[in-house]
């Protein structure tokens, strides 16, 4: 259940990233055509700015899931066994309480800030930003939770 | 005095944006703790911040919403970002005609009822304790200005949206966007062709020995406001003797602040002729009836026109 | 006190396996936490702000030039060019290994995507024509360190957003340690081939030298569309990050005809994902640097060096042993971000140039690339040559070796270093 949820966000997610990247990319080669040709687009700046912020947390969120962060595995590559199954226990839960914190206080973030308005569109609402944090928090403790049922699995299994 | 020992123990964060320890900001902070600390005998501390709590603006004022600094200085068009479009008002080109004219309205009735309308549309979380300035913005650039004609094409780093954009727009000039950082190279390589502001913040980065910054011609645009802002629902919670001391620091913080601005202003002016920077005069009025329509425009569609008039009117 | 525990928090979180990104972000809610008066809503916050800063979006646009340039095979154009140019003289195939890195160097902003792409080609070509294992995963390693230190730089463009220097002033200073390092490690592997008898290519005949070039010149003509692009303010350096991409993708579609529409989504998974793990690292290390500004930590080492140690050089000394402890275990840029605002204000005190002290740093956080644990393209490099990152170690030494040298010539002869930059830019060291 769980399982099929994570990889669900995940593919959603390195989708929504992937768009948000291509984004600030076109966005930028838009900048420097504009600027070419003598006129000022001035949101320019700003949509390349957060579709970046948001590619990045969606990025991270997926290589979370993927163990892609990098980490020392010295003592991990050390330990066999129920201990080295302990340690991966352990970590899960570590990160598991980080993303519950990244949730929460990203959803305080965005209810304080909803209403701030971007420097070059005075229309646009921040709040369409801030709520990247919470988003992120949530996708990362699909994904931990979804770690912390194979860990569990695993034990069932060595018993 | 007497009533010394009822003030209760507080410690405030104060934070402004400048990291230099010489800026004119970092001068009325300091003057703010020292007449914190004086007037309250030492029961009210203030932690000072020079950058060390973000050099943007828009976080200081975030900081400020959420209780993470208690006192912070900001420039209007970043306080806009918080929904307060009036606050515009004060950056509106030529809206000064000197600094005798910019105190009477920051301290005057103007001045209480923007910070009126700041403390009602922020919901109380920001109370304006006073006006700062960041000195007497000038144009400098390849060539010194004779009249307005000069400015034809020339490509100026200066704010590219907003009603300042509109205004050098509006007389010829090209508002061009370059990262404070860049711009000394681009100054020297020719990327822009000139740029706008107060003596001690260009001549610091020595923009004025740049191929492109040489001639600065005193068009006195824009005499800067800045916001000194302390939390609206911290200073409600506090005694009323802590609100009394806290009021008077920011009252001696303000006389210092601006003092410092107008000595560097007068000393970084001589530091860039001795360094073969040229200064000429333009006669102003020109520019002053170019501003007009655009003031007036803004003012519109900001719905600040009576306090515009208001501004007008104590020339 | 405080500081001790959390210290010591963050090394057991770190050694017991916990991601290094997630270790900083929450050694930032711990001290938050404890701190009076500041709301812990402030990390999540300056997460988010950390990264907002339009300077960083060079970072996966960098990262895509270099994918474009890999997954287009035009990587190994610059190689068969480079084998040309210098395959003739003793130690041929090292030779080239360092020069393809200088020339790669001028396209990409960071060292990974070098080790990467002309290790998987150089490694075992090296391998198979009769070096030893160690000096073809050693110089690969090595040599990609240039990659950040000859323009254009991620960790160039994150100094400068961080202190406000001028990006094009550091691109500009770049060169001189970029290609005082290339020849000198051309100079060891030199000496090397001589002692242990490396092989040589013959010398190729004009014509295939000229098809050669034909084949590799608009690849070469990168660097000096991006470099010359920044350092003559023609466009800022995340817009010449973007061209580089864009220029790299049309001519590997039209021109060298390797790259596909179809190639494209994967080419963007993985910038995005790669580029994704630095970024957050960032946005932890912003994080933490904000606790670090609460407690004023920037302003007790300026006290401190101000009374104890008022020598510009033996705080560069110290500067630089710094950085090579931090870089062993972490990456440059959250290194970067937590470290240079606090010493910062001491080399102004002390009259050391912004640009002068971001190249020291720069410099001995890429040697941090090199060195293990966390040696990001040693690791690469020697999982490409299968073998131990300990032997590999002992390898790379001698060029690390080189990277010194260069690095203290101009911390402490920068007037001479950087003679030439100087023209160009006479307050490069004010
Ligand atoms: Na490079
Ligand atoms: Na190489």
Redesign the pocket.
């Known amino acids: 259940m769980i399982k099929k949820f994570a990889n669900l966000i995940e593919s959603i997610q390195l989708k929504l990233g992937v768009f948000f990247l291509a984004l600030f990319f076109a966005v930028i080669v838009l900048q420097m055509f504009v600027r070419y040709i003598g006129v000022s687009v001035i949101w320019t700046e700003e949509v390349a700015n957060y579709s970046f912020i948001w590619a990045v947390f969606m990025g991270a969120s997926v290589m979370l899931h993927r163990n892609g962060h990098f980490r020392f595995s010295l003592l991990f590559e050390k330990l066999t066994g129920k201990s080295k199954l302990f340690l991966k226990l352990t970590i899960n839960l570590i990160l598991v309480l980080f993303s519950l914190a990244v949730f929460y206080f990203g959803i305080i973030a965005t209810l304080n800030f909803w209403n701030y308005t971007w420097y070059s569109l005075p229309n646009f609402k921040m709040g369409y930003m801030f709520i990247s944090l919470p988003v992120m928090g949530f996708s990362m403790l699909i994904y931990e939770l979804d770690h912390l049922l194979d860990d569990y699995s695993e034990l069932k299994e060595g018993k | 005095s007497a009533n010394v020992l009822a003030v209760e123990k507080l410690e405030l964060v104060a934070a402004h944006n400048q990291t230099s320890k010489e800026s004119p900001y970092q001068v009325g902070m300091l003057k703010f703790k020292e007449a914190c600390e004086d007037l309250s005998d030492g029961a009210i501390t203030v932690q000072v911040h020079a950058g060390t709590l973000g050099t943007s603006e828009s976080e200081l004022v975030e900081k400020l919403k959420l209780g993470a600094a208690d006192v912070v200085i900001v420039s209007p068009g970043f306080m806009s970002k918080t929904g307060i479009k009036q606050i515009q008002l004060f950056a509106f080109p030529y809206l000064f005609n000197d600094y005798n004219h910019w105190g009477k309205v920051v301290d005057g009735v103007v001045g209480s009822k923007i910070a009126n309308i700041v403390n009602e549309k922020s919901h109380n979380d920001f109370k304006v304790l006073g006006y700062w300035s960041a000195g007497v913005r000038h144009y400098y650039g390849k060539k010194p200005l004779h009249n307005m004609a000069d400015l034809e094409g020339m490509k100026i780093r200066t704010q590219t949206s907003g009603v300042v954009a509109d205004f050098w727009s509006s007389i010829g000039a090209v508002p061009t966007s370059v990262a404070w950082g860049e711009l000394y190279q681009a100054l020297q390589q020719g990327v822009v062709d000139g740029a706008e502001n107060a003596y001690p913040f260009f001549v610091q980065e020595s923009h004025h020995k740049t191929r492109n910054g040489k001639f600065t011609t005193e068009t006195g645009h824009d005499y800067t406001t800045r916001f000194m802002l302390i939390n609206g629902s911290k200073f409600d919670s506090l005694s009323a003797e802590q609100q009394e001391i806290i009021e008077k620091a920011a009252k001696i913080s303000i006389d210092a602040e601006r003092e410092e601005v107008r000595n560097q202003e007068t000393q970084y002016k001589q530091v860039l002729l001795d360094e073969g920077g040229k200064v000429n005069e333009i006669d102003r009025q020109p520019f002053i009836e170019a501003a007009m329509p655009i003031q007036d425009k803004a003012a519109a569609q900001y719905g600040v026109e009576d306090l515009l008039q208001m501004i007008r009117d104590l020339r | 006190m405080l500081g001790i525990s959390l210290v010591a928090l963050f090394l057991l979180l770190m050694v017991i396996g916990v991601p290094i990104a997630f270790v900083i972000a929450i050694i930032a809610f711990v001290g938050i936490t404890v701190a009076p008066h500041v709301p812990v809503v402030t990390v999540v916050m300056k997460m988010f702000n950390g990264l907002n800063s339009f300077v960083l979006l060079a970072v996966p646009l960098f990262i895509l030039a270099a994918n474009l340039m890999n997954s287009g095979k035009i990587s190994k154009k610059l190689i068969d060019f480079s084998i040309a140019i210098v395959g003739p003289v003793k130690g041929g195939l090292a030779h080239a290994?360092?020069l393809?890195?200088m020339i790669f160097a001028g396209i990409s902003g960071a060292s990974q995507a070098?080790t990467a792409g002309?290790g998987k080609v150089l490694i075992p070509s090296m391998i198979e024509t009769g070096y030893d294992k160690e000096t073809a995963v050693g110089?690969?390693a090595a040599?990609?360190t240039i990659g950040v230190i000859i323009p254009p730089s991620i960790p160039m463009i994150i100094y400068a957003g961080l202190t406000s220097t001028s990006i094009s002033s550091l691109f500009l200073a770049g060169m001189v340690p970029g290609i005082l390092s290339g020849l000198g490690m051309m100079a060891v592997i030199y000496y090397l081939s001589l002692k242990r008898d490396y092989p040589q290519y013959e010398r190729a005949s004009l014509q295939k030298l000229l098809s050669l070039t034909k084949d590799a010149l608009p690849a070469l003509m990168t660097p000096v569309i991006i470099i010359g692009g920044v350092i003559t303010g023609w466009y800022t350096a995340t817009e010449a990050a973007a061209i580089a991409s864009l220029y790299t993708f049309v001519i590997g579609m039209f021109y060298y005809k390797t790259i596909t529409l179809k190639d494209i989504p994967d080419i963007f998974v993985d910038t995005l994902t790669l580029s994704s793990l630095s970024l957050f690292a960032l946005a932890a290390a912003s994080a933490l640097g904000e606790l670090l500004g609460y407690y004023q930590v920037s302003t007790i080492v300026e006290q401190f060096f101000t009374n104890h140690i008022n020598s510009a050089g033996l705080f560069m000394v110290i500067v630089i042993l710094f950085f090579l402890f931090i870089g062993t275990f972490m990456d440059a840029i959250p290194a970067m971000i937590l470290f240079v605002p606090v010493i910062l204000p001491v080399a102004m005190k002390l009259g050391i140039s912004p640009v002068l002290l971001g190249m020291v740093t720069i410099i001995t956080l890429a040697i941090g690339l090199v060195t293990p644990p966390y040696g990001l393209c040693l690791l690469i490099a020697a999982k490409i040559g299968n073998m131990s990152v300990e032997r590999s170690f002992s390898a790379v030494i001698l060029f690390i070796g080189v990277v010194v040298a260069v690095l203290l010539f101009i911390a402490f002869l920068p007037h001479i270093a950087f003679y030439i930059p100087l023209k160009f830019d006479p307050y490069l060291l004010f």
Do not use: G, L
Request: no cysteine; glycine share 0%.
């Open positions: 290994n360092v393809v890195s070098d002309i110089v690969t040599s990609s």
